[in-house]
């Protein structure tokens, strides 16, 4: 079973070439997904690419170097999945849904992913508040169709953060997240509720 690192456009026809580099990506996913960051090694990951031991320390210097690239690529291809869900949609209510809805669809999914995204953030520190922020910057976007103020970027960066951890307490406990998507939907709409107080 690949990861979603493999469905990325830089990773997913090296993968059919057997190109290393994107096979210790996408097995370093699978031996974090399935271990946890700590208890994961070098050696699980070359395992599962089926590439040596000398090969991995050729591109990577280190299993963090590692997961940071793969966790990187899987994000992209997150956010490309966010971005083609709503990409001809019109109101902000419904690109607002359809944007969540994709993220949780992916995050359901792909759990190996998923698991990585939503669990490891010791490992990805850096890239996960990275990729938080631009999730926040994309509700913003979204709200300023809606003709409402727009809440402060902290604001948004509560939503972002809110979401994701939401579904990564589903994720540590083995439930899915999908259902999520009302309660995350209705939360975010009462950021530019009409008759709540303005932002200051």
């Known amino acids: 079973m690949s990861s979603l690192v493999g469905d990325h456009p830089s990773v997913s026809p090296l993968l059919t070439e057997r190109v290393q580099r994107a096979k210790l990506l996408d097995g370093m996913v699978r031996a974090v997904a399935e271990k946890g960051f700590a208890n994961a090694t ?30 990187r690529l899987g994000c992209e291809v997150l956010e490309q999945r966010v971005s083609e869900a709503v990409r001809d949609v019109t109101d902000w209510r419904e690109e607002l849904r359809l944007g969540i809805r994709a993220y949780l669809r992916t995050l359901q999914d ?15 520190g850096e890239e996960r508040d990275a990729v ?25 960066f509560v939503l972002a953060v809110g979401v994701h951890e ?4 589903r994720v540590s406990v ?15 709409v009462r950021l530019v509720a009409e008759k709540e107080e303005a932002w200051t």
């Open 166 to 169: 939401l579904a990564c307490s």
């Open 174 to 188: 083995g439930q899915p997240v999908i259902d999520l998507e009302d309660t995350l939907v209705g939360c975010a």
């Open 110 to 124: 792909e759990p190996l992913f998923g698991r990585v995204y939503l669990l490891e953030r010791i490992a990805v």
């Open 42 to 71: 070098v050696s699980d990951a070359v395992r599962l690419a089926r590439v040596s031991r000398g090969t991995f320390y050729e591109l990577f210097e280190s299993k963090e170097a590692c997961l940071v690239a793969a966790y």
């Open 132 to 156: 938080i922020r631009r999730f926040a910057a994309r509700y913003g976007a979204t709200f300023a169709r809606s003709g409402r103020p727009v809440p402060p970027p902290d604001a948004l």
